[in-house]
Every structure is written in structure tokens, then in C-alpha cells.
T-cell receptor
Framework: AQSVTQLGSHVSVSEGALVLLRCNYSSSVPPYLFWYVQYPNQGLQLLLKYTSAATLVKGINGFEAEFKKSETSFHLTKPSAHMSDAAEYFCAVSTGGGNKLTFGTGTQLKVEL | KAGVTQTPRYLIKTRGQQVTLSCSPISGHRSVSWYQQTPGQGLQFLFEYFSETQRNKGNFPGRFSGRQFSNSRSEMNVSTLELGDSALYLC???WGAGTSPTDTQYFGPGTRLTVL
């Protein structure tokens, strides 16, 4: 079975500051890892995914994440936060044996002036 | 290319009623998955269909059911609604069965179900 832990249900940063959202996973097999973003009253939008091709994954809107097997982590970063980044972010894992995603509990990102 | 569409977007029902939600995947996609999102339980997997066959099912009671048609459109049904079924129901589509690194799920905007 696989699981995801997102540390920090709420994160607040200043505009222009580094964004760091933490995700740790547990999986008995090599995982596929994803970050999705959800804006109010909308569905989920894929930011990026890791499928073992490269440990540093670049996504949309300037986000990237690094897969660290030794730390079982897949933290999401963005060098400079923008007001439009304010949203809820979800880390998810699958095992590649189907389309079932197991999600973390989400991190609400607030960007302040 | 049009994205995943879900109808209706909003729905209000009373306890004991049943409801059917619809999902039209991206053209060419053969897999549809359903998720329930609530403030208390977060995002939980309901079931997955690929080429009209249910491949995976989450830990939900039998009141929750689904199906997929030959054109890949999917419906989910909830019978005997309970207050706790109030949630955002999200549908996601993918071209493949989730066994390839290139398979990616794209989500629809969801159906907001309120049970009174």
C-alpha cells in the first residue's frame, strides 16, 4: 500500500519569496509521484510528475520538485512566489499498476504582499 | 481539445434520494476515475474504469456504483443518499490504463453535491 504525508496544512510566504511545500511518500514499489494544484471551486490541475526518468522534475508556472529516494521525499519548490500561486496543493502517489491516485491532505498556500 | 466535462456542476438532493453524475473524458481517453473530496476526509479514490471494465475500487459502501459506456463516458450513482455524501465529486480521464509513465490523469471541474 502507498501513502503520502504533506507537512503543513497551511503555508504563508511573501510575494517574491521561496515556496517550499513538503511531501513524503511511502510505497512498497517504485512510485509515480505527482503534484496537483486546486484553485477555489475548480478541479485539480497537474503541476508536474515524477516517473523515474529524472529526479529533478520541472513543471508548469515555474514549479519544480526533486525526488529523493533516500529521504522518501518529493518536495515542491518555486524560487519566487506570485500572488496567483495562492491555492491548495496536493501531492499524490500511484504505483503504475493503474490510475488510482492516493493523495495527501493538501497544503493551502497563502501569498502575502 | 476540450477538457474533461462533468454534469451537473451543482446538485442539491435530500436524504434517501439517489443521484447520477456524469463525466465526459477528453476525446480519445479510455480511462475514467472518480474521486470524492470532503473537508474531513480529503481526496478519496472511488473507482476506475478502463474500456468499460472496472479495474479498481476504493473503500466505499455499495451505495456508490459506476459504469463506463462504449464511448468512454462514465456515470456514477449514489443511492440512498446520506448527509455525509455531501462532497465535491471529481472525475479524471487518462489515455491509458495507468501502467505507463506517459499516462497522465486530467481532472474535470467537479460536481458539487449537497445532501439536505
Amino acid at each position: 500500500a502507498q501513502s503520502v504525508t504533506q507537512l503543513g496544512s497551511h503555508v504563508s510566504v511573501s510575494e517574491g519569496a521561496l515556496v517550499l511545500l513538503r511531501c513524503n511518500y511511502s510505497s512498497s514499489v517504485p512510485p509515480y509521484l505527482f503534484w496537483y494544484v486546486q484553485y477555489p471551486n475548480q478541479g485539480l490541475q497537474l503541476l508536474l510528475k515524477y516517473t523515474s526518468a529524472a529526479t529533478l522534475v520541472k513543471g508548469i508556472n515555474g514549479f519544480e520538485a526533486e525526488f529523493k529516494k533516500s529521504e522518501t521525499s518529493f518536495h515542491l519548490t518555486k524560487p519566487s512566489a506570485h500572488m496567483s500561486d495562492a491555492a491548495e496543493y496536493f501531492c499524490a502517489v500511484s504505483t503504475g499498476g493503474g490510475n488510482k491516485l492516493t493523495f495527501g491532505t493538501g497544503t493551502q498556500l497563502k501569498v502575502e504582499l | 481539445k476540450a477538457g474533461v466535462t462533468q454534469t451537473p456542476r451543482y446538485l442539491i438532493k435530500t436524504r434517501g434520494q439517489q443521484v447520477t453524475l456524469s463525466c465526459s473524458p477528453i476525446s480519445g481517453h479510455r480511462s475514467v476515475s472518480w474521486y470524492q473530496q470532503t473537508p474531513g476526509q480529503g481526496l478519496q479514490f472511488l473507482f476506475e474504469y478502463f474500456s468499460e471494465t472496472q479495474r479498481n475500487k476504493g473503500n466505499f459502501p455499495g451505495r456508490f456504483s459506476g459504469r463506463q459506456f462504449s464511448n468512454s463516458r462514465s456515470e456514477m450513482n449514489v443511492s440512498t443518499l446520506e448527509l455525509g455524501d455531501s462532497a465535491l465529486y471529481l472525475c479524471a480521464s487518462s489515455w491509458g490504463a495507468g501502467t505507463s509513465p506517459t499516462d497522465t490523469q486530467y481532472f474535470g471541474p467537479g460536481t458539487r453535491l449537497t445532501v439536505l
